[in-house]
């Protein structure tokens, strides 16, 4: 069991919806995994704000956003910063996982958020991209 804490950034217009994902993937979304800080925000700009801080363990967009959506989001962090966090972004129909590919995004939750497969996919994106230091 891990102690360390990790940082997860959650990007929506809405608090309703930022709410959802930080209440479905909870604070300790697995056993080997430490806890979860979240850090919300409600615009682009303070998503950059924080992404370029540094400290970021994992971003999770969503895809629904106004006025830019997540997808877009993704795409433009994955092909500017060099050290991009893992995203995961937030849709509304699984006929949308296409557009997330599209995204570069490193892995896709659909609305109405099931908690148990938003906790297993943050955990499996988390895992894959922790420092070889870090590894179980």
Known sequence: MSTETLTILVFSHRPEVREAIITAV???PAADLGRV?????ATIAEVLGVVDAGGVDLAILDGEAQPTGGMG????????????PPI?????????RWLATWS????????PLDPLA??????????SHRS????G
């Open 132 to 135: 070889p230091a870090l590894r």
């Open 88 to 96: 995961v972004v937030a849709v509304r129909r699984a006929d949308d």
């Open 26 to 28: 909870g604070r300790r």
């Open 104 to 111: 570069q995004a490193d892995a896709v939750i659909v609305h």
């Open 73 to 84: 989001l993704s795409r433009q962090l994955k092909n500017e910063l060099a050290d991009c």
């Open 37 to 41: 800080r979240y850090v919300e925000a």
């Open 118 to 127: 938003a906790a297993e996919t943050v955990a499996e994106v988390l895992r």
